[in-house]
């Protein structure tokens, strides 16, 4: 069997874990009520919808 002659670095494991954070960026969907983009299975941030129907109540501005 193969076994490895040294210890692997600290900074040799970061980089190759830092890689799998990559490969799971949130995919976006397309909000059906006003359009914007949002995670699935979230409430629209923009407009607070959520399966068609009003979840939270969002007032514009700030």
């Known amino acids: 069997m193969g076994v490895p002659k040294r210890k692997p670095s600290h ?10 954070s990559v490969l799971r960026l949130p995919q ?3 909000c059906p009520q006003c359009g914007e983009p949002y ?3 979230r409430v629209c941030p ?10 939270v109540n969002v007032t514009v501005g700030g």
């Open 39 to 41: 995670v699935p299975h």
């Open 28 to 30: 976006l969907g397309k």
């Open 11 to 20: 900074s040799r494991q970061r980089q190759r874990r830092a890689y799998n």
């Open 46 to 55: 923009a407009c607070g919808f959520y399966k068609g129907r009003q979840v």
